[in-house]
């Protein structure tokens, strides 16, 4: 390679490097979508749960309206899963009470099942009355 040479590929080497970068660049100006295996209902059947208020040992204070009985259940399928709890239980309970249309749940009884069955190796079962309670506005 001689001196003229080198010269010439140095003069090169900026309009090499901005080409490439408008190619690389202009690659990125497609239109792109996000996709996510999460939909918007999904999101709102995990949440609902929380805006079912738990009474567990006292009554609600003031006017509610029984909406019906409720249940949910925590089932340990196989030793090396996670052991069942009342925790998971109560949370289905609320998540069923808000299938009902309910704001409260009154927790009546709660077990904790550690004799294995045919379906689980523990189980836990919570009971109770999905309720309405009044909304105040804000």
């Given at each position: ?11 090169m080497a900026p309009k090499s ?97 550690e004799e294995p069955s045919k ?12 309720i309405l309670l009044p909304t105040?506005?804000?």
């Open positions: 390679m001689t001196n003229s040479d080198l010269t010439t590929a140095l003069k490097v901005l080409l490439l970068s408008a190619l690389l660049l202009g690659g990125c100006a497609g239109e792109y979508t996000f996709n996510s295996n999460l939909d918007g209902q999904a999101i709102d059947d995990y949440f609902k749960a929380g805006e079912v208020q738990l009474f567990q040992e006292t009554q609600p204070k003031g006017p509610y309206k029984l909406k019906g009985m409720v249940e949910g259940e925590s089932c340990q399928e196989r030793a090396q899963d996670v052991p069942a709890s009342v925790s998971e239980a109560r949370t289905m309970a609320r998540r069923a009470a808000a299938d009902k249309g309910a704001n409260g749940l009154i927790i009546k009884r709660c077990a904790l099942i379906a689980c190796v523990s189980q836990a079962l919570c009971v109770g009355q999905a105040t506005e804000k």
